[in-house]
């Protein structure tokens, strides 16, 4: 892909966080349930939050970002949101609008300004994407090029063969960087990729479209009351679904957006949690329109 | 991949056969028309028969077996078949079985007897295998490693643009060859890779599941013939479909079978052949119950 610049580059880069969800939507069954099983297996660790909160994930993005912009990007310095607040309600809900659920890092470049964008987040994707398909331990990595157009690579991430495989495969490679007496440029022998010289961009500006679940008070005027919180900072609402939830005396309020950017969002969002009805911080998910 | 063995590697590696596949697929248009819009386009060369014949994808099957088995394999020692005689009758057929029909590559070998088999022909494969959804010009490849499990690989293969980045990609790779002064060889750097110790399975001895569609005479008895002969080759059938063909007084006979070898199958394939009712040659096309 030497001839090519990189606009976008997403996937799924996390075995273990894409087994989990894969079995949430297969077997209905809440997070906390599949996590226990995903650590009896051996594909998740003692300690999970590497993988779930999607920070493995980051930090794979920010191998990608280097090895395609030649920038290095801190996990600090993207949006970075795990999957511990997914339900198997918000699959049903997503199936209903016509997307799965994955934990995808998205690179974007925009040639035109030179600004980069890193984010690791759930993304709701449109179900004949056919990264919206790739289950259970599998990843997947879509990267477009200027001039090959969309390549897309899938295999096992997760699981102690395919990681072994990956390790050993490591392992060649160093070999065969020592025996040429090239050094240590383990990730691009040859020094930095070329293209450095881009920024990152504010993440306030991110433009998107948004899919919000929130839990409030079964009663009238509570729909009025968010779109009116919706309408004050200017985000379209392209749908509504609304379901009774676990709690007593509590319903369960979908929203998806139109296109509009982070800092709108993310207003709105606090804006909403001080709303009385409001029963806790709504659940954010993205919508990723990527067309293939 | 470089700790792994391949028992098994397939996949469209021809954008312009998946082109006119797909267009014949989607538009129920016939091979003739869509080949002659794939030249107008610049998929397919003024001379079309080193890819629709299957001897393009043959090619680049020797080069894959070679590097996962260091052999070469010549195409003269593969079955090599080409997607001319498709109509879009047989997608109606195959699709209303659940499959779909690709041109496809499939390199497999047996550890335990050390034989490999190449062969290049239209499959049926599965609606549920991601690679029978890989559409247009995009090629495929399912790489199946016995550590690493089963990785695929996805892009575009035609088009002057996808050409051009993959021609500029080996240049540069040459020219970082010549530049480290390790010589020509592009494909293996190294050497030939190891595992060359096998060799050649006899293609009577593959075994597979078919499907078979002939031009008939319509009249009573001829599926008990032709039932007979599958019988007396000890070939199982799996389905059968019979709808009226264009010629008129004729019907088309399309037959599934269960698993059997290439002996068996070929020997009934001249049986039919020799049979009164049977007005053309039987097309011949393979099932590929690959799994994923």
Redesign the interface.
């Known amino acids: 892909?030497?001839?090519?610049r990189f606009p976008r580059i997403y996937g799924i880069l996390n075995g273990t966080c894409n087994y989990i969800l894969t079995q949430m939507e297969e077997l209905d069954a809440p997070y906390a349930e599949v996590l226990a099983e995903a650590k009896r297996l051996g594909y998740a660790e003692a300690d999970e939050s590497l993988d779930v909160d999607g920070w493995d994930t980051a930090h794979k993005a920010s191998v990608l970002a280097w090895l395609a912009h030649g920038v290095w990007v801190r996990p600090d310095q993207m949006i970075v949101e795990g999957i511990g607040r997914i339900t198997p309600a918000d699959f049903v809900n997503a199936a209903s609008l016509g997307f799965g659920i994955k934990l995808l890092a998205v690179i974007t470049r925009d040639f035109e300004t030179n600004e980069i964008v890193v984010r690791v987040h759930p993304t709701l994707l449109p179900e004949n994407n056919?990264i919206a398909?790739v289950s259970g331990v599998f990843n997947a990595i879509s990267v477009t090029?200027d001039?090959?157009?969309?390549?897309?690579?899938?295999?096992?991430g997760a699981?102690q063969?395919?990681t072994?495989?990956?390790v050993?495969?490591d392992i060649?490679d160093a070999a065969?960087l020592l025996r040429?007496g090239t050094g240590a440029h383990f990730i691009g022998e040859?020094g930095p990729p070329p293209g450095g010289n881009c920024r990152m961009a504010p993440a306030q500006r991110i433009r998107g479209r948004y899919y919000v679940r929130m839990t409030v008070t079964d009663r009238p005027g509570v729909l009025a009351r968010v779109a009116a919180v919706m309408a004050r900072h200017r985000m379209s609402i392209a749908s509504v679904i609304q379901t009774p939830a676990a709690q007593s005396g509590a319903a369960s309020l979908v929203l998806t957006t139109h296109e509009s950017d982070e800092r709108s969002m993310q207003a709105a969002l606090r804006s909403m949690v001080a709303l009385e009805s409001v029963r806790e911080a709504p659940l954010l998910l993205r919508i990723g329109d990527f067309g293939d």
């Open positions: 892909l030497v001839a090519n056919v398909r090029g001039v090959v157009g969309t390549t897309l690579y899938i295999g096992r699981g063969d395919a072994a495989s990956a050993i495969s060649a065969a040429r040859e």
